[in-house]
């Protein structure tokens, strides 16, 4: 058994579901493996290189890999697993694993199975389906389990250990039928959602952008990331990156704080392996009421204030 | 331009999802079944394109049972112009079987362009308009927020990534998976209703296809989800903050 984990990373930075997705990896196999592509890797490298579990680490330093184009890492990924002897390629399951592992498995006509949040053997995992209400499991009869891993069910690996890196060249055509034209990145000095310990996130009941200032302040003292529902996000209150659940973001941090939002199903989808989970809703019969550990029943706009002086 | 839209038949999202005693899978009997969610913005899409006269025709595909006629129905009430089901007495396929069929049948149609929804509510997968593009070499654009078209037969399509909005330019023909924030889907007026009853749908056997449907996965089990411990109300702020500082520890 070998597995080749794929990395996600922005050229300077290795994402924290990376290192999740590594520990997955590891209780798959003792034999770990990692690809990463991109253009100027050196940070990146650098900071890999102390993961924990790694064996060995490729990397693939191409202006092709400069904007993460699903068509050409795909390509290039098959090209290099092709003849090899891995039995699993695992991704995060983030945007950027949604995106491209799907295709890879086309590539090599392998089912893929999306999103595990557990390992039960080498060929079994848990996977949730329909928002999280039924958890399945499933064994995969492919030869090659191709794999999407949620990063939140599993710890980042550690970072004490100094692994052999390799660099590769890689021979694929250039997709002309795509290209990048711009990522506008939102721009926040917060942790990121997906790895934050304290999330506080705020629904329609927060009624516009502008009183999210309410939020920021208890996120600067806590150190939290911000989220919405996705009726906040679909109003234009917040940018759209910021969705948590089923279909947004998926997070698991010590304290979820929901405020203004009522607890549809498809927002606790995305919340409730939060260890503990509060909220601030004025309607006590809520949903959200049945998930939280603590609720607090009143009108946010009194209590947020409050709550803030009381941090 | 020709389109060619893909929509599911599953169990709508208001439902409450019910696991079966036997672990088998999630009771579907009596159950409330609507178009995948995210399929109405891929119709939507291909209606607004086609009102912008940038698409000529589209039709509206689904693989499933006899009863997903009603799904491409509700797509031809919305302003779809003609339906194909693949037919199978299989309740559910996997991703990588239904990207071969739609292969396949964009092979012998040729649209211009594919909109699938970026996930079904039911496996949430998010796989098949991957595996689409991949199959047929289209570029690809996921979870797509906004698309414009090009003059010179490209689409600019701007996406929802973790982190902010990617905008990426693929020439037609591609596949397109759509979001949440694409649009808003429109309710079918009733004499579009009406109207959709005499457009025809196409009905074509799995079998005639020749794609192996043979599922690679198994499903040991589903079972119900672990269930939250019950929680409690507090009075007020005090209480709330002495909880999370003293019980949970965590400020
Ligand atoms: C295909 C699909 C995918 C979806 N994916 C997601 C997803 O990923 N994430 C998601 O969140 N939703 C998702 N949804 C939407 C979901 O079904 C709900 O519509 C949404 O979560 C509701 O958001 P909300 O709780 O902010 O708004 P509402 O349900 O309108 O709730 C607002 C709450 O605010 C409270 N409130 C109002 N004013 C105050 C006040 N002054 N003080 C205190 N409380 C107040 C109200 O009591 C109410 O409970 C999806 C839906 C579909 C169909
Ligand atoms: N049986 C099917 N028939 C038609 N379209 C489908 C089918 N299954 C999936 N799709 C399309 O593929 C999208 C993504 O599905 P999935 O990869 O299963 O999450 C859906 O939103 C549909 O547009």
Redesign the pocket.
Known sequence: MKVLVIIEHDNANVKQSSFSTITAAKKISDSVEALVLGKGLDLVIDELKKSDYLKKIYKIDNELFENPLAENLSKAIQKFAEGSDYTHILSPSSTFGKNMS?KLSALMDVQQI?DITKIISDDTFERPIYAGNAIATVKSNDPIKIITVRSTCFEPCALTSNVDVENLTVNIDKNNSVSFVNYDKSKSDRPELTSAKIVISGGRGMQNGENFRLLEGIADKLGAAMGASRAAVDAGFVPNDWQVGQTGKIVAPDLYIAVGISGAIQHIAGIKDSKYIACINKDEEAPIFNYSDYGLVGDLFELLPKLEEKL | MKAL?????VIDYNVRIRVKSDKSGVETDNVKMSM?P??EI?VEEAVRMKEKNQIQEIII????TDK?QETIRSGLAMGGDRGIL?KTDKDQ?E?LT?GK??KAVSDKEKPDLI??????I????????Q?VATLLAFPQATFASELKKNDDNTLEVTREVDGGLETVKISIPCVV??DLRLNEPRYASLPNIMKAKQKKIDVLEIESFDVDIKDRLQVLEVNEPPERKPGIKVDDVDALVDKLKNEAKIL
């Open positions: 799907p999306s | 839209v893909c929509v599911k038949r995948n995210f399929d891929a595909l689904s693989i499933g997903s693949v396929l991703p239904v069929i739609i909109i699938l929804g970026k996930q079904a039911d496996d949430d997968c998010n796989q098949t308009g595996i998976t759509t």
